[in-house]
């Protein structure tokens, strides 16, 4: 059994910066294609970004340009650098698994493997 632990949210005024960290146990994340999803209140999960197992990165159109997704083999964990963030970024993010990179490039909830983690909130509010 495999689980994300997600870390790094918090509170940060509009233009600000953030480092959320994905840290996977139960597996290793080199073979892996691992994306970020995140919730706001009163709103459905939508992805964000993923990274394939290549290291290419996939974003919604939402976040490009602001948002880098990158990934440490050897310490096991991924990483979403958040850059300009918007009141609109504001939500709990969570780690998800994909089995393809077409469904890591999509970032559809339907593909995501295993269940969710407790997310990390990030809220952005002057």
């Known amino acids: 059994q495999f689980e994300f632990v997600e870390s790094g949210g918090g509170l940060v005024q509009p233009g600000g910066s953030l480092r959320l960290s994905c840290a996977a146990s139960g597996f290793t994340l080199g073979s892996r294609h691992i994306g970020w999803f995140r919730q706001a209140p009163g709103k459905e999960r939508e992805g964000v970004s993923c990274?394939?197992?290549?290291?290419?990165?996939y974003y919604a159109d939402s976040v490009k340009g602001r948002f880098t997704i990158s990934r440490d083999n050897v310490k096991n964990t991924v990483y979403l650098q958040m850059n300009n963030l918007k009141r609109e970024d504001t939500g709990v993010y969570y780690c998800?698994?994909?089995?393809?990179?077409?469904?890591?490039?999509?970032?559809?909830?339907?593909?995501?493997?295993?269940?969710w983690g407790q997310g990390t909130q990030v809220i952005v509010s002057s």
């Open positions: 998800a698994l994909f089995r393809s990179v077409y469904h890591c490039a999509t970032m559809k909830e339907g593909n995501v493997v295993g269940s």
């Open positions: 990274i394939s197992s290549s290291r290419a990165g």
